[in-house]
């Protein structure tokens, strides 16, 4: 089984050949210290275009997806990239109620 959940702050990049790339910023404490992870993701379709028209950066972001596998050779040799690949992007729990609130007739692709 190959599933992903994550929440966290959504940090885009610039989108290319139908993708949205961006980075989930999942901050957690350890030893008492806050820190951080940033996870690659990537998504497609009608889960970019929802993510691109409702969130901007720094907003939390839901998402449901799949951990996907890439080796990229360089003149340095091969690499390889572990990127989430979005299946599902929803707002959270609070900005849900925010946004329903504020558009009625928000789009929401998987009818939450």
Same mark, same amino acid.
């Given at each position: 089984?190959?599933?992903?959940? @994550?929440?966290?702050q959504?940090?885009p &990049?610039?989108?290319? /050949?139908?993708?949205?790339?961006?980075?989930? &910023? *999942?901050?957690?404490?350890? !030893?008492?210290?806050?820190?951080? $992870?940033?996870?690659s993701?990537?998504?497609?379709?009608?889960?970019?275009?929802?993510? %691109?028209?409702?969130? %901007?950066?720094?907003?939390? @972001?839901? @998402? !449901?997806?799949? @951990?996907?596998?890439?080796?990229? *050779?360089? /003149?340095?040799g091969?690499?390889?990239?572990?990127?989430?690949?979005?299946? &599902? $992007?929803?707002?959270p729990?609070?900005?849900?109620?925010?946004?329903?609130?504020? !558009?009625? /007739? $928000?789009?929401?692709?998987?009818?939450?």
């Amino acid at each position: 089984m190959n599933i992903v959940i @994550l929440s966290g702050q959504y940090y885009p &990049r610039e989108p290319k /050949d139908g993708r949205l790339e961006f980075s989930i &910023r *999942e901050s957690y404490k350890k !030893q008492g210290e806050w820190q951080s $992870a940033f996870h690659s993701c990537v998504a497609f379709g009608q889960s970019a275009e929802f993510i %691109q028209q409702y969130f %901007q950066a720094g907003e939390v @972001l839901d @998402l !449901q997806g799949h @951990l996907s596998t890439v080796k990229k *050779e360089t /003149d340095a040799g091969s690499r390889t990239y572990t990127n989430v690949v979005v299946d &599902r $992007a929803v707002f959270p729990p609070k900005a849900k109620a925010k946004a329903k609130s504020q !558009q009625a /007739d $928000a789009f929401d692709p998987f009818g939450e």
